[in-house]
């Protein structure tokens, strides 16, 4: 589950109580790691003492595309990002918020966020870190030159503000229910130094972990990070990522123990392994992957709801979710079912019902009596699953008379494509976890570089996701996105095909220490160690 702690957040923020006795409340409930196990007690829970040194070998489903988390879109770079980088705050293994780079904060009203940062901290070029950093690397989130994914979930921030070298202020437009768990977000909310300029394909942060080496389709190299703030941590030496295409080469390597850990996307597969090797360890993920159809509606035929509303009553959901993954997962709209506050969508969403025969007569309204032909439907080639849902998808959108080409494609063109609205009419890149809801539904804003260059331009949608932002009251925030929901659906703007767990992650009873995060990324290597 992805949110911010109930207590420094609603219910704190909506106490009756002075703005003094909340300051205090706020700054002791982030203080001193208060809201989560801390680091050295994980790592020593249950598994003996730890040992220093030695190598963790991880299996990894894809190449990095980019190291600047300022400018990252792919969710492939965040493993990567997740142990180079760090943030003011962090997500603790119960996916609740805690300090990080900072030791805390204080609150003086609803739209002030003063920050006091760990002192001695150290980036991995030696530079200092300092406030200056927190301002330089939000002011370059903000910049639109920077052309950041992450400038509209910080679109509530004013400015930010150095008070001294190790104080920074943020001051917001309106109150944001969702600023701490984007600030705890990697790579949203990670520290980049000043003055350094390519990470791309050099990278430079705080995190337990320094890169020192990648080749491209084979591994990528990491070493501790021996001023790593973090007393004692982390205990391994050395953290390799071995680059695999398929996942039989994964379940080879990992069966072989070439590997120490890796995931699967298919859930057949991580059962069977697991059930099949005794000294594994398994975790099967949390609902926080979707799966949606994305359109472009800047011209015909799919600027006409009529169209987009055939599509979605010519699709039956519950096929595609049990076809592809056994049912594992649930139909449901566009937020995952692990947010707080139930936003994920469930019970009757409009135009859900399979009803090829309204399918047909609002195509023969739209002036397609006789069918039509969306063209090219683009699909992420390296996820079979996702193929295996666009395959289905053609099949029954056909009993209705829509005819599209899968095109399968490499990751990194079709995320370009869809980021900037240059694709023909349909491609699904399904999105991984977030830590808001709001970072789902902001996509499709006009607001939203996204969503206005795929042709949005709905300014009620875009008032009530506004609204969302400021409400702190967790039942009225869900009431207001299960109604953001419900309208998006309406206009079927998006066709969201169903939700399920984004990874199974397994590894060798050797490895110590580990917990997997909702969020799934590797975070937690940092008080992993090896006893073998």
């Known amino acids: 589950m992805t949110h911010t702690d109930d207590r420094a957040e609603s219910e704190i923020l909506a106490a009756a109580s002075p703005s003094l006795d909340r300051r205090t409340l706020l700054r002791l409930a982030l203080a001193g790691g208060a809201l989560g196990l801390a680091p050295a007690a994980l790592a020593q829970s249950g598994a003996g003492a730890p040992k220093r040194g030695g190598r963790l070998t991880i299996g990894a489903d894809a190449d990095p595309i980019g190291l600047d988390p300022v400018t990252l879109t792919a969710f492939s770079s965040y493993d990567f990002t997740a142990l180079i980088y760090s943030g003011l705050l962090r997500w603790n293994a119960d996916m609740k918020v805690e300090p990080d780079l900072a030791t805390g904060f204080e609150q003086p009203d609803p739209t002030t966020y003063i920050f006091k940062l760990r002192s001695g901290v150290k980036f991995h070029n030696g530079q200092d870190f300092e406030a200056a950093d927190v301002k ?306 902001s996509r499709i804003t006009s607001m939203h570089g996204q969503g206005k260059s795929s042709g949005m331009a709905d300014a009620k949608l875009d008032a009530m996701v506004v609204e969302a932002r400021t409400i702190l009251d967790r039942g009225k925030r869900a009431e207001a996105y299960m109604a953001i929901q419900r309208h998006i659906a309406d206009n079927a703007y998006v066709l969201d095909i169903y939700q399920y767990p984004l990874r199974w992650e397994a590894w060798w009873s050797h490895a110590k220490g580990y917990a997997p995060l909702a969020a799934n990324i590797r975070s937690f290597v940092r008080t992993t160690w090896v006893d073998k």
């Open 136 to 441: 330089h690397t939000f002011d370059r989130i903000r910049d639109p030159a920077s052309a950041s994914p992450s400038a509209t979930m910080f679109a509530s921030v004013k400015e930010v503000t150095v008070v001294d070298r190790l104080t920074v202020r943020f001051d917001l437009h309106a109150p944001s229910a969702a600023f701490l768990s984007y600030l705890a977000t990697n790579p949203t909310g990670v520290i980049v130094p000043r003055g350094v300029g390519e990470l791309a394909t050099k990278p430079v942060g705080t995190g337990p972990f320094v890169f020192e080496s990648y080749q491209p389709n084979q591994q990528f190299t990491l070493k501790a990070n021996p001023s790593y703030y973090e007393a004692g941590l982390p205990y391994l030496d050395t953290v390799v990522f071995r680059f695999f295409k398929d996942q039989a080469s994964l379940t080879s390597a990992l069966r072989s123990k070439a590997i120490d850990m890796t995931w699967f996307k298919d859930p057949k597969v991580s059962a069977q392994i697991v059930r099949t090797s005794p000294d594994l360890v398994s975790a099967p993920g949390k609902t926080t992957r979707t799966f949606p159809v994305w359109m472009n509606m800047k011209a015909a035929p799919l600027n006409d709801v009529r169209v987009r509303r055939a599509l979605s009553l010519a699709t039956d959901r519950a096929a595609c979710l049990q076809t592809v993954l056994g049912g594992s997962g649930k139909v449901a709209a566009m937020v995952p079912e692990s947010h707080v506050g139930g936003y994920d969508g469930a019970g009757e969403m409009p135009y859900y019902k399979t009803d090829i025969a309204a399918a047909k007569r609002l195509l023969a309204e739209a002036g397609h009596a006789n069918g039509i032909d969306l063209g090219d439907y683009l699909v992420v080639a390296a996820n079979p699953l996702d193929v295996s849902c666009a395959q289905i998808l053609q099949q029954q959108w056909a009993e209705a008379g829509i005819k599209v080409a899968i095109k399968p494609m490499e990751t990194a063109p079709l995320i370009g494509m869809w980021l900037k609205g240059e694709f023909p009419t349909l491609l699904s890149v399904a999105l991984s976890w977030s830590p808001d809801p709001d970072a789902i539904v």
